[in-house]
């Protein structure tokens, strides 16, 4: 049914006669007594009487005058919120991603973004499962998702939005902080904090990788499967540990930070769904987070180079 056929019966109830509702509708008076007709036609009742110059509701037609207000309320409740979506007045943002991403960046991304655009909630949801993440965004479960998994899915898009490496962490007094940067070989002798293959199997691939190709084995002294796990082992003094860059901050001094000999990098992606309508909110927050805008409020270390982080 066509909402306009119930707005010409709401507007002819409210002024009891034809030719007042055809004014008020800018319509002439017989398109409107049409309108009236075929909502008859369509539900097979009369919904009006005619006395005179007079309209009046019969029982039915009070009915779908009764209905008929509260469906066009929302239908107009539906434009003025998607109205309020293009100015970004208010809307529902939900990211989903990876931890390093999740709870060391995206926080800065959402906090900037709301100083333009207060009127925006955020909800960041935490998921270490690319494959997971990129089947919530297909199916609209979130709005958009964050990770480090290149592989092609079906029904997303992914785009490279930073990069991250990994760097040394030691606890203060350590003999290695006299070094401006680390080696494998350092390594050898040393208890090392690794990340847990099962929990966060990237992070422990690039410190494997980095570790094989300078064919150094090191000794394992404490596995987890969280970046604040291994920061806590290391301010412990449980040994060394290599993290990713954007998940130590530069004034934490509870934490000896050095760079990495050729460094192991990892890029991170922004996945969307491919295809489709998206809303002008979520186009927004895609291009506020590929600006790097954000980063004037954020830690030394988020510093964006050109469209990457580094």
């Not at 309020?84 to 060391?104: C, H, I, P, W, Y």
């Not at 090191?218 to 596995?223: G, K, P, Q, S, Y």
């Not at 290599?242 to 130590?248: D, E």
Request: with cysteine; hydrophobic share 40%.
């Amino acid at each position: 049914m066509e909402l306009y056929l119930l707005r010409s019966l709401l507007e002819v109830a409210k002024c009891g006669n034809y030719t007042r509702a055809a004014e008020a509708l800018h319509l002439g008076q017989p398109t409107v007594y049409q309108h009236v007709r075929r909502l008859e036609r369509l539900y097979g009742t009369r919904l009006v009487e005619t006395k005179g110059k007079q309209v009046r509701l019969t029982e039915h037609g009070r009915v779908v005058v009764e209905y008929g207000r509260r469906l066009l309320a929302i239908t107009d409740e539906l434009g003025r919120v998607l109205a309020d979506d293009k100015s970004l007045r208010r809307g529902n943002l939900v990211l989903m991603a990876g931890t390093t991403v999740g709870e060391f960046l995206l926080p800065y991304i959402s906090v900037g973004f709301q100083r333009l655009y207060p009127g925006i909630h955020i909800s960041i949801l935490i998921n270490n499962n690319p494959a997971h993440i990129d089947a919530i965004v297909r199916d609209r479960g979130v709005d958009l998702g964050f990770h480090s998994d290149p592989a092609p899915a079906p029904g997303v898009v992914k785009e490279e939005f930073a990069a991250d490496e990994l760097v040394a962490i030691l606890p203060p007094g350590h003999h290695l902080a006299a070094q401006n940067r680390i080696c494998p070989e350092d390594l050898v002798e040393v208890p090392v904090v690794l990340f847990d293959a099962t929990g966060n199997p990237s992070f422990r691939t690039l410190t494997d990788l980095w570790l094989a190709q300078a064919e150094v084995q090191v000794r394992a002294a404490l596995e987890a499967n969280s970046v604040q796990s291994i920061k806590e082992a290391v301010r412990a003094g449980g040994g060394v540990a290599l993290v990713p860059r954007t998940a130590v901050r530069d004034d934490d001094h509870s934490l000896i930070v050095r760079p990495l000999a050729n460094p192991p990098r990892r890029t991170f992606f922004m996945v969307a769904r491919n295809g489709g309508w998206e809303s002008h909110l979520v186009r927004t927050f895609r291009q506020y987070a590929r600006s790097g805008l954000w980063a004037a409020g954020a830690p030394p270390q988020l510093t964006p180079i050109g469209d990457r982080l580094l």
